[in-house]
Structures are given as C-alpha cells and as structure tokens.
C-alpha cells in the first residue's frame, strides 16, 4: 500500500575529525525510526497505510513510528476512524505523531489521532483542534483533559497546547519545528517500557558535544494509491468533474475525432471516485449536471444566450453546495479553487466554446446569407439534428420533426439560426403552419 520513498542514513553527515565521527558511526548502530507522512483528508487509503504501517514497523525492526501529521479532516465513517486510533492505541512500538512542518494543521477526527498517540509534538505555526464528538477507543472515550471543550469547537496553537497540557512531550518556547529535533525529542522517553534511544552523542576534537540521529526510514503512498487519494479531495474532485463534463458537451456538438470526449471520460471517471469517497449533497449534485445541461442548449448554436447564465448560476450554486461538511469541517474547496473553476467554466462557455464551434462548422469562403435555398446531403441522420453537406463544408443542422433525414439524403437550406442550418428534404418536406394558415 506504501512505497518505500526514501531511507536516510542519519542526517548529513558535517566534516569532522576522530570523536565527531564516531558519534556519527554510533548512530548507525541504533535502531531505526519510521516516519510516515499523512497528508490531505484521511480517506480509506490512508486509513488503510497508517494501520499498515504500524504493522510493518512492528516487524522490520524500528523502534518507534513517527506520523507526519497535516490533516483538514477526514471522510472515512466515525466507525472506521475508531479502528485507526485502536491501532495507534494498541500498538507494540511507541507511535509519536507531530503536527508538522510549520502551518501544518490536525482538524476534525484526525487530530484525535493525537490523544492515543504515545508522544505528540507540534511545530511552530501548526494549530491541532475542531475535534467534533470524541470517539471511543478500548470502551474508553479519547479524550485530551481540560481542552476537551475548547478543541471541540476551536483550535489551539503549539504553546496554547502546551499550556492546557494537550501535548505529550513540551520543549522549550520553540516547540519541533523540524524532523530532526522530534527524534531529539524521543531519546530517552520511555514509552510502553521501552527507552527509546534515537541520538548518539560524543566529544568532537575541540572537547564540544556532537549528535547524530538514528537512521530514518521515510514512507510514502505508492503512486497509484496517492493518485486515489489525491482525487478525493473536494478541489480535485470539482475540477476533474468539471474538466469531464466541459470535454464531453465540446465533443458532442463539435463532432471531433474523439480526443476530447476521451480525455473527458478519464477525467469524469477520476471525478466521479473522488466524489465516491466524499460526503455529498444530492441538491448541490443536481445543479452542476443541470448546468451543463443549460450550457449544452446554447452551445449547439454557437451564441451565448439566456440558457448560458442559467447553468452559470447552477454551477455557482453546486459548486458552493455539492460537498457537505464532516463533523463540523468544512469540506467546501477554497476561494482559490473555486474561482478558478467558475472562471474557467464562464470564459469556456462565453467565449471559448461558441468561438470553437462556430469554427468547426463555418467556412469564411461561404456566406451565410447565400445558402438559402443551397441543396446539399446528409451526414448520417439528421433527426431532428445532425450534420450535412453544402458546398463542401460541413454545417451543424435541424429538420422538422416530420420530415428526418437518412444518411446521403439531398435537403435544402431554408433558414439559418447562429451557425445551425434549417434544412428540408427535397421532396415531401412539411409545409410551415403560418404558411398553410394563409393560404386558407
């Protein structure tokens, strides 16, 4: 589930002569530290590496697993995020989690995470808390003492945590703003009757104290479980959903060779498991379809009209709407993402969109005026709409309902609305209502 990023052999090694050396050869003989970064909301896969990776450092030899902690919260049940804090609770080797690096944040269930952690530290600038209802771990509810009221609604940062004794380990004012100084951090703690020892120390030539950490074992989500992991996000699930359905309306009415509605259904596709994993709103859904939807009627005639400001209010409404929020976490994208798609959409489908299609299906050797009454053929059935033939050049069409036409029949243009041509065939076309009523 987890590819082994990278393994570091203590940190770098500086220029030093006899005794420095040998703290450094030292630290190479102790046993190693894991650290497991654990990034964006925690969704199944996640879930899944942080209770494969307790299970792994449990039996290659570590000595206590680290867990990089930057989390908005999580879109797992509160059931399956239970099982996670039992595996940290349970685990036979210290696990220390810290909330770093600086304006890393631990938001909803995950920052409960930190109450059955062994040894919990934080970064300068990272804030842990909006924890919602405590969950219950071994029959016993988590709990973080006094600040259980505050972060359930609130946040604190590091000396705020410090202070209301939220923290299992305190240092000095500066908190761990590195990994390096979490492994300072653990030597010597004694943590499930084990002393852990992750710095060797030793008189370099001047008679001044030189430390070496322990070998660290960095882990990450393999590509493909970071690729799923990275499309569950409300941003990316937006985008991608958005990109898909823009794609798919551009192919259908340009009648391209299919990249587009390729890349399209590919994006859908990723946007549509990304909003699996999410807590959705069926109201807020509903208005992004139904925007492109109201896109689509406008696109088919190359002009921006009424329908292109209806499905611009539907997607401002189920862009806004479409993600619910978990245990009083936001789960809305940000003013960024946002407006960035709303943009995007609006320039797509003002602009962009019309301009393509107009192109696609004009010539600028034909004018429009002169096709009235121009005989041409079909292109595959036109029934009400398809494509046809006239001049050479092929043009987006519409016939009576009445009347369709099969593929190579001859038609007549008989009027032009945008860039779509009014056709009738030859022979047996519907007469006009207003046309038969004055006649009469």
């Known amino acids: 589930m987890c590819g082994l990023a990278l393994v570091i052999a203590g940190p770098a090694l500086s220029l030093m002569s006899g005794h420095g050396a040998s703290a450094a050869d030292n630290a190479t003989t102790l046993a190693p530290v894991d650290v497991v970064e654990v990034s964006g909301l925690i969704d199944s896969i996640v879930a899944d590496s942080i209770e494969h990776a307790i299970e792994r450092s449990q039996s290659n030899g570590a000595q206590a697993v680290i867990f990089q902690l930057n989390s908005k919260g999580a879109v797992v049940d509160r059931d399956r995020m239970t099982e996670v804090l039992t595996a ?12 770093g690096p600086s304006g890393s944040r631990a938001y909803g269930l995950p920052a409960q995470m930190l109450a059955v952690a062994d040894v919990t530290a934080m970064a300068p600038g990272a804030r842990i808390g909006r924890t919602g209802t405590m969950l219950t771990v071994n029959s016993q509810q988590v709990t973080f003492g006094a600040a259980d009221e505050t972060l359930q609604a609130g946040s604190l940062g590091f000396l705020d945590a410090r202070e ?37 120390d030793a008189l370099d030539a001047k008679g001044q104290v030189t430390r070496e950490a322990t070998t660290v074992r960095f882990f990450k989500l393999g590509l493909v479980p970071r690729l799923l992991h990275t499309v569950a996000s409300p941003p990316s699930a937006l985008l991608l959903v958005t990109i898909g359905l823009a794609l798919l309306v551009f192919e259908f009415f340009t009648a391209g060779i299919g990249i587009a509605a390729f890349v399209g259904a590919i994006c859908l596709i990723l946007g549509c498991m990304g909003i699996g994993a999410l807590s959705m709103s069926g109201i807020g859904l509903a208005f992004l379809l139904a925007a492109f939807v109201a896109f689509a009627v406008d696109v088919q005639v190359g002009v921006p009209r009424f329908w292109t400001g209806v499905g611009l209010v539907s997607y401002v409404i189920g862009a806004f709407t479409m993600f619910r929020n978990v ?73 009576n309902r009445a009347t369709p036409l099969t593929d190579n029949a001859p038609m007549r243009v008989v009027a032009i609305d945008g860039v779509t041509l009014e056709v009738e065939p030859l022979e047996g076309a519907a007469k006009d209502y207003r046309e038969a009523r004055s006649k009469s």
């Open 164 to 200: 209301q004794k939220v923290l299992k380990f305190s240092t000095d004012d500066r908190g761990v703003p590195v990994l390096r100084n979490m492994l300072y951090a653990l030597d010597g703690l004694n943590v499930r009757s084990v002393t852990l020892d992750t710095v060797s």
């Open 88 to 99: 940290i609770s349970n685990s036979k080797i210290p696990v220390a989690i810290w909330v």
């Open 327 to 399: 245990d009083g976490v936001t789960m809305r994208p940000g003013w960024l993402s946002l407006s960035v798609c709303i943009i995007s959409v609006a320039l797509s489908f003002i602009v962009g969109m019309p301009s393509m299609v107009r192109t696609r299906f004009a010539t600028p050797t034909i004018g429009r005026e002169n096709l009235l009454g121009t005989i041409g053929v079909a292109v595959g059935n036109v029934n009400p709409e398809g494509i046809v033939l006239v001049d050479g050049a092929k043009w987006h069409a519409r016939t």
